[in-house]
């Protein structure tokens, strides 16, 4: 039996559905409807199956021979390779370390913190298709990248050639050694969207093709030697001011030098992080940067600039750092007032106009820390400041304040540094019982005449540094290349680095709150058992970046093992992992790993391929085996139906009806209550993420990985058998890509639960509201209201029976990973059948705002009535504004503000989304306008059907020469979930519970009013 006869034999197995296993119950598969015991006689052949399909798919993957040749070019230049490399000619059939193949394509290079030497190899250009498949990760085929960071001996100057790897969307050489300009080929990767070559030798200027990365998110080329200035567009060459969804410029602690341009920033832009500290930037700073308010972060210390700042710098609302030091500032201190979310303002050694203090010194209650040194202040410093509860320091050396410093009564609990040195202060009031850990005033008047006060002294101690406890541990037993792990005591070699935090949004290095959540958050983030992060010695370093020497110890053993550390250093170099939101934005220089000494390379033995082939032999044997016992097994599989659960309940109590044969699924399995408490650990109130009339719904993880959403009706929501037997029939029949798919149901134990595919981008209202953080751009919306006019085409058209869904509206559209639109809450719809498909009648479960208008005069549904309802959808789009707000019907104000004299808005630039308003090309608007309208007509004969709907906004996004299909939103390294438009802070954990019932509304077939319910 050769290669492709084993492969054609695996692939008619795929389909049988064998491999699942499931304590003592039986396993119920919709698509075969076998039902196999777990007896023992049924789980060794069942074994020798699955371990044969294993074998022939490991088996199938030889290495394409340009791929091949292009590692084994790679292996030619380098030093330190994994062992693996080399062991055999063939690095897919008999995977080499750090590679990944899918038909016989290299899909993965991973090889973070090998201690590679050596340069890039131009022949990596011919690596054309990079799929990364990583178990922690979720990424789809598409998804590309490449991973050599923290090769601190992997350098020479970056190949061209990597300009060729057009699938590439993500590119990591972080913390390695390479020198030389970077290339301008890199402007080709136009799929690229993470970048980052950050703590290299990169000279050079920004290579303006940059600008032609229009999907670039992350951009950090920090702590290089790159010169010149920051490029914008012109007519002859792009720039970095086109970047629209860039979140992320991390140029700091370069030689970058000029001025910075206007034309750089815009209020299109998204950015999140603005980093340009520790270069020569000259000029004054643009006053374009405040039309960007999305920035968290600013900071442009350490550079020549000059001039004042902008006066409209307080637009920026949403910064929490803000640090302008160390430049030639003039003018008057900056006004901050209003910016209400400012943690962290460091203003010093610039040449401001002297001033007294400013009032916002008294309003931002947010501040941890205030630093103005050499700031030109005189008079008195305001009490409040100091009552601020998050307040940690004020540093306000080197001015000229003078009179009696007067901390108040209230005066903050977290304050441990206040610093007033070389000012003119003559007296000090001190509140009884003020315990702060550092009070300076030396060079202060009020220090002649009491020298030997405390705070007129420099010899205070600073608070200890935060350090894992290890007390129990003796650490001076282990050898110096080890350490104590502090989990068990026992030596290990731990993998070590230093994680740079360039704004943390605190100054407290003894916080113990915060340091200990960071060790929690790696530790889960990285999979290790508790106590097995170790963090030392965090300190300021005086680039005002906070520095933290981490070791991570294995869970067990002494070493971890080189995939171990291949996984830990990709999820620290590419943001995956996000530390705790005030620690802000990090990278991660991480130590070579000493891993174990390996004794030679030695290639398969020809005895073991004799074992291996007869193994095979024996497997094959085994299916023949395997096949005939499954036939047999066929007939005493469909009596077990009649008795095994559920579908012997259902026979007792329908005996002698319909309702006594097990339900016809297709694709949908029974679980066990067991089952479903298990996934959702006994239903916890962390898992639960919605709650309505009908019970709540669960998120559950099911053995293997995939996430679903538990639909459990609450006691005295249940069905009927019966009527419970028919919707799962339905349920399981419908199967769209625009719908919620049913995975499988529960009626176990008087439970009935109901298991959906789990949406994780939550609603269409959330994003369209602001709640998911998702920002929707125009195509985006066209291409959301597209996926859903085809799911509810397919319901009325191509369902047997066609189905009336009586509840459209925008929370009940979901939107999945790549933002694609799938329509749920149909299980609780109405039937049509053949003699009442113009209409149904009563049990109508409708929202106010999206219930046609129709049904309160005839009290009858159709199919118009879920047009009617999409038109108000269609709406919402446009305005992000519920059907009704504050008494205004969105439907009755469209209409009102039409202007057919307004080529570009339609007359409906007041009411639009602020979202999309700022769009310079509202792609086919006012004939979608006008078809929503078309939807929204009061007679429903009037109405386009739901088929036309479709054709008509694909003939609308095909005039603008855009794609019908659904098209993936891109990410960053790995999880962060960007598209055009969308935004996700990768320091803030995108994890979210939702407990309104619009935010997961799944279908389901639970009881329901004959009236509408307004929600």
Not at 504 to 511: E, G, I, K, L, T
């Amino acid at each position: 039996m050769n290669c492709a006869t084993l492969s054609a034999l695996s692939a008619r197995l795929e389909d049988w559905e064998l491999c699942t296993f499931r304590g003592d119950d039986e396993v119920y598969h919709g698509s075969s409807q076998y039902v196999f015991s777990n007896s023992t006689e049924m789980r060794t052949p069942i074994f020798i199956l699955c371990a044969f399909v294993a074998c022939l798919q490991t088996g199938l993957g030889s290495t394409d021979p340009q791929d091949a040749a292009a590692l084994l070019s790679l292996m030619s230049e380098w030093q330190n390779t994994p062992p693996s490399w080399g062991a055999s000619d063939d690095p897919c059939e008999t995977p080499w370390e750090g590679v990944s193949c899918n038909n016989s394509k290299v899909t993965v290079l991973k090889l973070s913190t090998m201690g590679i030497k050596g340069t890039l190899s131009a022949d990596i250009g011919t690596l054309s298709e990079l799929r990364i498949f990583h178990y922690l990760r979720d990424l789809t085929d598409k998804k590309t990248c490449r991973d050599l960071s923290f090769n601190n001996e992997l350098g020479g100057q970056l190949t061209p050639s990597i300009g060729s790897l057009m699938k590439l969307t993500t590119l990591i050489l972080a913390g390695c050694s390479f020198t030389g300009s970077i290339p301008d080929e890199l402007g080709s990767l136009q799929n690229l969207s993470y970048l980052a070559l950050n703590s290299n030798q990169f000279t050079g200027k920004i290579p303006s093709s940059m600008g032609k990365l229009s999907d670039l998110f992350w951009f950090d080329i920090a702590d290089n030697k790159i010169s010149g200035p920051l490029p914008v567009s012109n007519e002859r060459e792009p720039g970095l001011d086109l970047l629209h969804h860039a979140k992320h410029f991390h140029f700091n602690k370069n030689q970058l030098s000029g001025s910075i341009p206007e034309k750089l920033f815009h209020s299109n832009m998204t950015l999140l992080h603005v980093l340009f500290d520790g270069n020569r930037l000259t000029g004054r700073i643009p006053d374009s940067i405040c039309l960007v308010q999305s920035i968290e972060v600013l900071r442009l210390d350490r550079n020549s600039l000059n001039g004042t700042v902008p006066s409209n710098i307080n637009n920026l609302t949403k910064i929490n750092e803000l640090n302008l030091a160390n430049n030639q500032l003039t003018g008057l201190l900056p006004d901050l007032s209003g910016m209400d979310s400012l943690y962290y303002v460091d203003l010093s050694n610039n040449t401001f106009d002297p001033s007294e203090s400013p009032a916002w010194f008294s309003k931002l209650t947010s501040l941890t820390a205030l630093v103005i040194q050499s700031g030109g202040l005189f008079g008195e410093v305001p009490e409040t400041l100091f009552s601020f509860p998050p307040l940690q320091q004020v540093i306000l050396d080197y001015n000229h304040f003078n009179g009696t410093l007067r901390l108040g009564n209230s005066v903050s609990q977290q304050l441990q540094l206040v610093s007033f040195k070389n000012n003119n202060l003559t007296g000090i009031e001190l509140t009884n019982g003020y315990n702060l850990t550092s009070l300076i005033l030396v060079g202060n008047p009020i220090c002649s005449k009491l020298p030997t006060a405390t705070y007129c002294t420099l010899s205070q101690d600073p608070p200890v540094p935060y350090s894992t406890s290890v007390v129990n541990c003796v650490s001076n037993l282990c050898p110096p290349d080890q350490s104590p792990n502090p989990q068990s005591c026992s030596c290990a070699y731990p993998f070590q680095g230093v994680m740079y935090f360039r704004a943390p949004f605190f100054r407290d290095v003894s916080n113990r709150t915060l340091f200990q959540e960071l060790e929690n958050k790696l530790q889960t983030a990285l999979d290790l058992t508790p106590g097995s992060v170790f963090l030392q010695n965090p300190f300021f370093n005086d680039d005002s970046y906070m520095q933290i020497q981490v070791k991570i110890f294995p869970s067990t053993g002494m070493y971890f093992s080189r995939s171990e550390i291949q996984d830990i250093g990709f999820d620290l170099s590419n943001q995956t992992f996000k530390p705790p939101r005030l620690f802000g934005p990090f990278y991660f220089i991480a130590s070579t790993y000493p891993f174990p000494a390996v004794e030679g390379r030695s290639t398969m033995s020809v005895g073991l391929k004799i074992g291996i082939a007869a193994c095979c032999a024996l497997l094959v044997i085994g299916l023949l085996v395997v096949t005939i016992y499954a036939l047999r097994q066929r007939r005493r599989a469909e009596r077990a139906i009649e008795q095994s659960k559920p579908f012997g309940s259902w026979a007792r109590g329908h005996s002698g009806d319909e309702g006594s044969e097990a339900p016809q699924l297709k694709g949908a399995r029974w679980f066990s209550y067991e089952e479903l408490k298990r996934c959702t650990n006994n239903f916890s109130v962390s898992n639960e993420i919605g709650s309505g009339g009908y019970g709540k719904v669960y998120r559950g993880i099911l053995p293997g990985g995939p996430i679903v959403a538990i639909k459990r009706a609450q006691q005295g929501s249940t069905q009927g058998a019966l009527e419970f037997k028919t919707e799962i029939e339905l349920l399981s029949r419908v199967h769209h890509k625009n719908l919620v798919s049913l995975v499988g149901f529960c009626f176990d134990q008087g439970e009935q639960m109901l298991v959906y595919e789990f949406v994780p981008n939550g609603t269409l209202r959330e994003s369209l509201s602001g709640k998911s953080g998702i920002l929707l751009d125009w195509r985006r919306r066209l291409r959301i209201a597209l996926g859903s006019a085809r799911g509810l085409a397919y319901l009325h058209e191509l369902a047997d029976p066609p189905i009336i869904h009586r509840d459209v509206k925008s929370s009940n559209i979901l939107l999945d990973e790549n933002l694609n639109a799938k329509v749920a809450d149909f299980g609780l719809s109405k039937l049509m059948s053949d003699d009442e498909k113009g209409h149904v009648s009563t049990q109508v479960k409708g929202t106010m705002g999206y219930l046609d208008p129709e049904y309160y005069l005839t009290q009858q549904l159709t199919d118009k009535s879920d047009v009617y309802s999409f038109g108000v959808v269609m709406l919402e789009m446009i305005t992000a504004k519920q059907p009704i707000v504050k008494g205004k019907y969105i439907v009755r104000e469209v209409k009102m503000a039409i202007d057919a004299s307004d080529e570009e808005f339609y007359g409906l630039k007041e009411l639009m989304d602020p979202v999309i308003q700022i769009a310079t090309n509202l792609i086919g608007f006012r004939k979608y306008t006008e078809l929503a309208l078309r939807c929204l007509e009061e007679l429903a004969a009037d109405r386009p059907t739901m088929s036309d709907i479709v054709k008509e906004i694909e003939m609308l996004l095909h005039s603008a020469g855009l794609s019908t299909n659904s098209q993936s939103a891109s990410s960053s390294a790995t999880d962060i979930r960007n598209s055009k438009g969308v935004i996700s802070q990768p320091y803030i954990s995108g994890t979210r519970k939702d407990v309104s019932e619009d935010n997961f509304d799944y279908s389901g077939g639970y009881s329901f009013s004959a009236k509408p319910e307004p929600k």
